[in-house]
């Protein structure tokens, strides 16, 4: 048992606590069509060729989740950084 706000009596993690925003950076264009394929974050892209994946993370499952995802279409993983919501 833990005396952390964020786990239930019986160890495992709260669904109460809140999701985390994240802004992953990836090199190359994605149109925003794909935002379905990555649970309905929100996809821009700038002049230098990168696309910016960003929205609410449900927990680290889920991060990884993403991650995995643009492993498979084969990008190029440029940043990862937790940011305050909008």
Do not use: C, K, N
């Amino acid at each position: 048992m833990t005396d952390r706000a964020d786990h239930d009596d019986e160890g495992g993690v709260s669904r109460t606590q809140p999701q985390v925003h994240y802004e992953i950076t990836v090199e190359g264009i994605l149109d925003p069509r794909w935002s379905a394929w990555f649970d309905g974050l929100q996809l821009t892209s700038d002049a230098s060729g990168r696309t910016t994946i960003a929205g609410p993370v449900a927990d680290q499952a889920a991060l990884h989740g993403l991650l995995t995802r643009i492993r498979d279409l084969g990008l190029t993983l440029l940043a990862v950084r937790r940011a305050e919501p909008p």
